[in-house]
């Protein structure tokens, strides 16, 4: 049997999959937070390129990738689609698991897919510069290593807390050529304004979104660059999932399950999205289960309302589940899952049902990496552990019902360099944490007022 | 044009290549301490599963690879031969420039090629346990993941230096289910010894080396492993050029150079012996060079001459390049290359000139090591940034001379365990450091007293 099923650099898919075609409800539109009216591409024309705008806004089924994107491609992709045999056997349960594996990238995670498409089109329209947001670092990591792809500069606002915990992503990026900015910085009034109230703020993925945005707002020769949340995004990780509709093919099997991790969304989007077109073009029974930390329940226990994707309230206001834009995830180490809100397609398909959600506590998670490392020989990131954690649920029910399951999940990424997460586990350290539903009410007197 | 020859896991070698066959001089046997007479296997028994030891005199020309470990192999193999494009476009000189990329592997270098073969024989044998040493953590890792897979235990003597210096690697190990312990530790009288003398001693490989030997020759449940040096270690590795020889022939290229950093050598032996075959049995025109760092130059300055793999005397006299087993490298980053000794079958294929060796500076390896992740997207671990400053000095010195070149280097690790390193470059603490003829010689009277 094989271990890896591969393919060719000739099948890397030519077309990124736009779900909104097939979506039995469009999206609701984003709204300026002034006038409460869709914005328009005029409104987002100073943060990005023309040609992503249009992509953000499309209901084209299916858009082009080109050349020039699939070349960079290459380097990496198509990544493997793994037999999880060891890990099955380690389950004892009547379960077939396969798993996509994107830690293969430059930086490790599934982010280049989108960072060099966003590159590219900057480069294209002429833009110098990028400025963008990191949380954990996996998207600073990508998009360094794309523009230094296409020569342009890059600008990276890092979460102060990771910026001091994590300081081999930081160098990583600089490697790449890339500048690294502790943030709240005092190089934007946002940063400014946090640091007057809290200097020792430890930041959030929400400040650092503010910084970047203003940044690149105020210059025309800087863009911003977002690494989840929006349709463009979530479009260009599509390529994941049609590799993997591939590899599921040669392997004789299609999904029962498919299992990812959520924080804005886009490795969810990935994998689940080019499955999910035959559950909603040809009714194919399929389960796509989004699974997000307990600290951070913005699916499992947010509100399904008009939100700013930021702390300072640049962005205009989107759709989507959200815990509020100021609140505040609990310590956990799985970084890039700790946003409050996730992208307007996986709510609006979270809403209608067509999605499913699991909130997961961080010890599981955990518990679930570690087993999987000694099976499969890959270290997952703390992110990726969650998916884990949920195909491990999901055997144990298919063991007690007994019933047959295939079941896809998306190892979005490695976790070494974020090994500090699994010393802490060992360490017992590491603590679950729940909030009350007074803590995440807190917060939704802001969104209400947001409301059209 | 495809950017990686990939192949399938039905093309991964069935048989490992063993050069004693063609080498016109014999390797000399390794002789016993006391007696200057050639270890026999009854000596090697306490140490090694009887498998390796007759691996380790075999004169075969091939060995077959038995099915269980090949099963492993297609964890991550057959790995990825890159042509770099992009990294010859830096390099604006008249070559082609190939890449066999052993990174991918679990622990992220080319040790599991052998680690994997170790822990199966070991376990064939019914030996529990494994003791070894690591430098800078790969050789620990690999066996770790190794020993996982197998449910073999681990135990890790890691150099106090590294261990304290690479926290996670420790903790890769960790999660691997092995036990590290900083070397020198007190559960050895080697150990004990070395911390008498220095409390702090920040240990070395050769003291390693001798607590593992001492905790595997006391113990009848455990034995020893080494990751580099011996015989059957190098011919394990040599899947590694195996592969690169089929998918050189799909690129319908040979080289006309091989680069590799050699440390004991089982890196260099991975990728260049299966193509010194055609040297050595058809005269085929080829260059094969070992780079080692200019602070640890057993190669081009040391002498050959029978000395101690280790510290404490506790291993066989081996005729190798060497510059004294007490001789202590300067502190570069570059852990897995600060060795005294290089193995027999390289040195003796370096006395007769079949292959050559250069030494290089650390700073023009970091140099390299940048100026390669921004074009390929890999950022290469130290030890592998010295065979690309030699790839560097090889397209330059073609680029003078207007000749066309074909060049193979094998990226043996990633560097992502090893980013403190590129921050020390960046922040400008690292320098070149060279011994003085004196220092070098401080050592011989040592090595010259076991001679036979």
Not at 71 to 83: A, F, N
Not at 398 to 408: C, M, N, S, V, Y
Request: aromatic fraction near 10%.
């Amino acid at each position: 049997m094989n271990k890896k099923i591969m393919l060719n650099e000739s099948d890397i898919p030519r077309q990124w999959y736009n779900i909104t075609a097939d979506m039995p409800n469009k999206p609701l539109p984003p709204l300026h937070p002034g006038t409460k009216q869709p914005v328009g591409p005029q409104d987002l024309a100073p943060l990005f390129p023309m040609e992503l705008i249009k992509q953000e806004v499309s209901t084209e089924r299916y858009i082009e990738i080109p050349d020039e994107i699939i070349e960079i491609y290459k380097m990496w992709r198509p990544s493997p689609l793994y037999r999880a045999d060891k890990f099955e056997k380690l389950l004892d349960a009547p379960v077939k698991i396969y798993y996509k594996y994107e830690g293969v990238s430059p930086s490790g995670s599934h982010k280049p897919n989108t960072a060099v498409a966003q590159a590219y089109y900057n480069k294209k329209e002429g833009v110098k510069r990028i400025a963008t947001e990191t949380g954990a670092g996996q998207w600073g990591t990508a998009l360094s290593f794309a523009c230094a792809q296409f020569g342009l500069e890059c600008d990276v606002y890092m979460v102060r807390i990771s910026y001091d915990q994590k300081p081999y992503r930081k160098v990583m990026m600089n490697t790449f050529g890339a500048n690294v900015y502790a943030s709240p910085s005092n190089r934007t009034q946002a940063g400014r304004n946090i640091l007057e109230q809290d200097p020792n703020s430890p930041g959030s993925l929400g400040i650092a979104i503010s910084e970047a945005i203003e940044i690149a707002a105020q210059d025309p020769d800087t863009k911003y660059s977002l690494g989840s949340v929006l349709n463009h995004v979530l479009m260009h990780q599509t390529i994941i999932g049609q590799e993997a509709e591939k590899q599921m093919e040669y392997a004789g099997d299609f999904p029962d399950i498919i299992i990812a991790p959520l924080g804005g969304g886009s490795n969810f989007a990935g994998i689940s999205f080019p499955f999910l077109k035959h559950k909603l073009t040809n009714g194919t029974k399929l389960r796509c289960i989004a699974v997000e930390p307990a600290s951070c329940p913005k699916l499992t226990r947010g509100k399904f309302m008009y939100d700013f994707g930021d702390t300072a309230g640049y962005t205009p206001l989107l759709p989507m589940y959200t815990l509020g834009h100021n609140f505040k995830p609990a310590a956990i180490h799985a970084g890039g899952l700790r946003y409050h809100g996730a992208s307007v397609l996986c709510s609006q398909l979270l809403k209608d049902g067509l999605i499913e959600a699991q909130a997961i506590q961080q010890l599981e998670c955990f518990e679930a990496g570690v087993a999987f490392t000694k099976a499969e020989g890959i270290i997952p990131a703390p992110e990726a552990t969650h998916g884990i954690a949920q195909v491990i649920r999901e055997a144990r029910r298919a063991k007690e019902e007994g019933t047959q399951k295939t079941i896809l999940f998306n190892l979005c990424g490695h976790g070494l360099v974020d090994m500090q997460a699994y010393q802490d586990y060992f360490d017992g350290k590491l603590h679950d944490h729940s909030f009350s539903d007074e803590e995440l009410q807190a917060d939704l007197p802001n969104i209400a007022a947001l409301q059209p």
